[in-house]
């Protein structure tokens, strides 16, 4: 996915980011600091798609974030995959006990074929568009209390 990379790793230098120390796990040295991308910078990802009309494969993974916590949304995260297929916006299992919010708004993936450019475009900017409107007033207590705290979501992308 080495595509994917130049343009994540333009979004990281960019102001209003959170960066974190992180430690490797065997030696505890220190690592280069692990960065959580803005929203603003993280919908900049579709312009620049757009600019380059670019289809790349991508996991997209939202954090509530505080001054000495962080939060990993689990069920609002989405995955985009290329197909030889057709184009599929997959679903959640409403029996999954989700937050209503997840049901109504997201995605948890997109299988997009290779030439369907238009659609994984409106894709990505339907989800940015809806975690702008979340609320996470039915996620946990812990998530609620991170986002009256600090009202912003930050993504990490793999």
């Known amino acids: 996915m ?11 230098t960019m102001d209003g980011n959170y960066c974190y120390p992180r430690k490797s796990p065997d030696t505890g040295e220190s690592l280069e ?11 900049l990802l579709v312009e620049n798609l757009k600019i380059a009309h670019e289809i790349v494969e991508v996991l997209i993974v939202p954090f509530l974030v505080s001054d000495l916590k962080h939060y990993e949304l689990l069920w609002y995260e989405t995955n985009v995959g290329i197909v030889d297929g057709p184009t ?28 369907d450019f238009s659609s994984f475009i409106t894709f990505l900017e339907d989800y940015f568009a809806s975690m702008r409107t979340m609320t996470f007033k039915d996620d946990s207590d812990f998530a609620h209390e991170l986002w009256k705290q600090n009202p912003r979501v930050y993504y990490e992308f793999s």
């Open 2 to 12: 080495v595509f994917m990379n130049k343009y994540i790793d333009s979004l990281k």
């Open 33 to 43: 600091d692990g960065v959580f991308i803005a929203q603003k910078n993280a919908e």
């Open 88 to 115: 599929q916006i997959l679903k959640y299992n409403e029996k999954n006990c989700l937050p209503q919010e997840v049901l109504d708004k997201l995605s948890p993936g997109l299988r997009v074929n290779k030439e």
